[in-house]
């Protein structure tokens, strides 16, 4: 169990700082293309150096067949995520929306890792798991925004609770009216499809060809669709924001070999590993308050507080 704590909340440290690398040079205009062909570059160039470090000491991995067509559709699934989950934190007055959406990612891992790998957590392991995605959800709405509730629920809701209803679950009723939140809950289901297939990926290769493999492939694929598409502009091809890109990249692809190599312990199932995961985003918060000066008010240490209580209870 200390293992997996170890690695995973180790690689969800480095996300965190990864991402206020990416949230401080993105909020400059990097161009998006350039953001993610950097930085899946990065971490394939990255997993790439593991893997040779790892075939010198241990030697080279056996790769199955098994490994392949997890491979291929995770492909597919991470160059949707990459754009989707961009492309909806770039319409501003819905990046809370956005993000609260995505949060919901552990509940969805919950039903497709016992689809995919016949992964099922605890009764205790499910508690925490809802516990994280609960907090997470409420960590990153935004009290202050709202929506207009559906006329249907308007006759269904007492008058007294409607506002408690708007503000909670806004991001859930503005699905239909906002495109940033379809795309959030476009790439939290896509995410929820591609961690059992990253496990399969891992267990019929290594964490290092995994990593390696997927985020080389992910850059190409990402490159040639701007490129055909003409989204990739000469004067930003190689320039400082590239590299930039490339180096939060590497710290990327550390952060995915020590997630990866979660799934090689008995208590690294695909729903705890997943979910830990997601204590990034309460170490991204406390970065960017530390960094940025981000305010975060009473609702926010609560719902952290919420999401810490859901690691503890997968720990039983």
Same mark, same amino acid.
């Given at each position: 169990?200390? @293992?997996?704590?170890?690695?995973?909340?180790?690689?969800?440290?480095?996300?965190?700082?990864?991402?206020?690398? #990416?949230?401080?040079?993105?909020?400059?205009?990097?161009?998006?293309? /350039?953001?993610? /062909?950097?930085?899946?570059?990065?971490?394939? /160039?990255?997993?790439?150096?593991?893997?040779?470090?790892?075939?010198?000491?241990?030697?080279?991995?056996?790769?199955?067949?098994?490994?392949?067509?997890?491979?291929?559709?995770?492909?597919?699934?991470?160059?949707?995520?990459?754009?989707?989950?961009?492309?909806?934190?770039?319409?501003?007055?819905?990046?809370?929306?956005?993000?609260?959406?995505?949060?919901?990612? %552990?509940?969805?891992?919950?039903?497709?890792?016992?689809? #995919?790998?016949?992964?099922? %957590?605890?009764?205790?392991?499910?508690?925490?798991?809802?516990?994280?995605?609960?907090?997470?959800?409420?960590?990153?709405?935004?009290?202050?925004?709202?929506?207009?509730?559906?006329?249907?629920?308007?006759?269904?809701? %007492?008058?007294?609770?409607?506002?408690?209803?708007? /503000?909670?679950?806004?991001?859930?009723?503005?699905?239909?009216?906002?495109?940033?939140?379809?795309?959030?809950?476009?790439?939290?289901?896509?995410?929820?499809?591609?961690? @059992?297939?990253?496990?399969?990926?891992?267990?019929?290769?290594? @964490?290092?060809?995994?990593?390696?493999?997927?985020?080389?492939?992910?850059?190409?694929?990402?490159?040639?669709?701007?490129?055909?598409?003409?989204?990739?502009?000469?004067?930003?091809?190689?320039?400082?924001?590239?590299?930039?890109?490339?180096?939060?990249?590497?710290?990327?692809?550390?952060?995915?070999?020590?997630?990866?190599?979660?799934?090689?312990?008995?208590?690294?199932?695909? %729903?705890?590993?997943?979910?830990?995961?997601?204590?990034?985003?309460?170490?991204?918060?406390?970065?960017?308050?530390?960094?940025?000066?981000?305010?975060?008010?009473?609702?926010?240490?609560?719902?952290?507080?919420?999401?810490?209580?859901?690691?503890?209870?997968?720990?039983?």
């Amino acid at each position: 169990m200390l @293992p997996v704590f170890v690695l995973v909340l180790g690689g969800a440290i480095l996300l965190g700082v990864s991402n206020i690398l #990416i949230g401080y040079f993105f909020v400059k205009k990097m161009d998006v293309n /350039v953001m993610v /062909v950097g930085s899946m570059l990065g971490g394939g /160039v990255f997993g790439t150096l593991a893997f040779g470090a790892q075939a010198s000491i241990f030697g080279i991995p056996k790769i199955s067949s098994g490994f392949w067509i997890p491979f291929a559709i995770t492909i597919l699934l991470a160059t949707v995520i990459e754009y989707a989950g961009i492309k909806s934190f770039q319409i501003k007055k819905d990046i809370s929306l956005a993000a609260a959406i995505q949060g919901l990612t %552990p509940i969805f891992v919950i039903f497709t890792s016992l689809i #995919i790998v016949k992964e099922l %957590p605890t009764p205790i392991g499910l508690i925490g798991i809802l516990t994280i995605a609960a907090g997470i959800y409420f960590f990153k709405w935004e009290k202050g925004e709202t929506t207009e509730i559906p006329r249907l629920l308007k006759k269904i809701i %007492p008058g007294k609770l409607q506002s408690a209803v708007n /503000v909670y679950t806004a991001p859930l009723f503005r699905l239909f009216a906002s495109k940033s939140a379809r795309l959030a809950l476009l790439s939290a289901f896509c995410g929820s499809l591609a961690l @059992p297939l990253g496990k399969r990926m891992v267990i019929n290769s290594s @964490p290092t060809i995994q990593t390696a493999a997927q985020f080389l492939t992910v850059s190409l694929v990402v490159y040639a669709i701007a490129k055909i598409t003409g989204r990739w502009k000469k004067a930003i091809r190689f320039n400082n924001d590239f590299r930039i890109a490339f180096t939060i990249g590497m710290l990327i692809g550390l952060a995915e070999v020590l997630f990866s190599s979660g799934y090689l312990f008995g208590f690294g199932i695909v %729903p705890y590993v997943g979910t830990l995961k997601r204590f990034h985003i309460i170490v991204t918060a406390i970065l960017a308050a530390i960094f940025l000066k981000v305010p975060y008010g009473r609702s926010k240490i609560i719902a952290a507080a919420v999401t810490l209580a859901g690691i503890v209870l997968i720990a039983f």
